[in-house]
C-alpha cells in the first residue's frame, strides 16, 4: 500500500515539473493551467482603438534635417564676414545698417530651414500645447502644404538663376567695386564652398513635401474609413 502511494506521489510530481517547465518565465503553475482556456480570447479593447495613422519615413526625417545643415554653412560664413574673419574685406566700410542686416539674413534662413522639421514632426500636424489659443488644433494638408511648395519653389529658382548669372553674366553684379565674384584665393573659395549646399535646399524641401502631403492624405483617408 505504502509503496503504490510512493508512486502516485511520485507521479504527480513529475507531472507538476513537467508543467512549470513548460511554462514561460514568470508563469506560476495555476496560470499555466488555466492558459489554454485563456489562448481563444481576444483583446477587444485592442479593436476599438481604431486605425494607427502613419508616421514619417524614415528616409524622410533624415531628408528635413539636412535640409538645416544646408544653410548652416552660408550662414556661419556671413558672420565671420561681419566679424572680418572671412578673408581680404579688411577694407570694406560697413554702412550702419548691413552689419544687422547680414547677422539677421543668417537667423532668418535658419530658421526658414528648421520649419521643414515640422514635415516629419507631430507639430507639423497638430498645433504644440504652448501655442496660445490654437493649441491641440489639427493643422490642415494644404496649409503647411502650399508655403512649403512655393518656397521649395523659390528656392529653386533663385539658386537656379544665381548659378547661371554667374554662368552667362545676365546683369553686373551688385557689389561696390562693379566686378564678379572671385574664384581664386583660399577666401573665395571658402564663399563657394560655405554657399554650394544651399543649391539642395529646395529639392531636397520639395522631395520632403511630397511625402508629408501623401503621408497626411493617406491617413485621412485611413481615418474616415468605415471600421468593420
Given at each position: 500500500m505504502k509503496t503504490q502511494?510512493?508512486?502516485?506521489?511520485?507521479?504527480?510530481?513529475a507531472t507538476a515539473a513537467a508543467a512549470v517547465a513548460e511554462a514561460p518565465?514568470?508563469?506560476?503553475?495555476?496560470?499555466t493551467a488555466s492558459a489554454p482556456a485563456d489562448r481563444g480570447r481576444v483583446d477587444h479593447g485592442l479593436l476599438d482603438r481604431g486605425p494607427v495613422e502613419k508616421s514619417a519615413p524614415r528616409w524622410a526625417v533624415r531628408v528635413a534635417h539636412a535640409i538645416p545643415l544646408c544653410t548652416l554653412p552660408s550662414g556661419l560664413w556671413r558672420v565671420a564676414l561681419v566679424l572680418g574673419l572671412a578673408g581680404d574685406d579688411s577694407g570694406y566700410q560697413w554702412s550702419?545698417?548691413?552689419?544687422?542686416?547680414?547677422?539677421g539674413l543668417s537667423v532668418v534662413a535658419e530658421v526658414l530651414a528648421l520649419l521643414a522639421l515640422g514635415l516629419v514632426r507631430p507639430w507639423g500636424e497638430v498645433v504644440p500645447r504652448w501655442v496660445p489659443w490654437l493649441r491641440g488644433r489639427r493643422i490642415p494638408t494644404l496649409a503647411a502644404v502650399i508655403p512649403a511648395a512655393i518656397g521649395a519653389t523659390l528656392l529653386t529658382l533663385i539658386v537656379l538663376y544665381a548659378v547661371l548669372n554667374q554662368i552667362?553674366?545676365?546683369?553686373?553684379?551688385?557689389?561696390?567695386?562693379?566686378e564678379g565674384f572671385s574664384f581664386s584665393g583660399p577666401a573665395a573659395w571658402a564663399m563657394w564652398t560655405a554657399y554650394a549646399p544651399l543649391v539642395a535646399w529646395g529639392p531636397l524641401l520639395a522631395i520632403v513635401t511630397v511625402a508629408y502631403y501623401r503621408r497626411r492624405r493617406a491617413n485621412e483617408a485611413l481615418t474616415a474609413a468605415p471600421r468593420a
Open positions: 502511494v510512493r508512486a502516485a506521489e511520485s507521479t504527480m510530481s518565465v514568470g508563469t506560476s503553475v495555476g496560470a550702419a545698417w548691413e552689419r544687422p542686416y547680414v547677422l552667362f553674366n545676365f546683369v553686373q553684379p551688385l557689389n561696390d567695386t562693379g
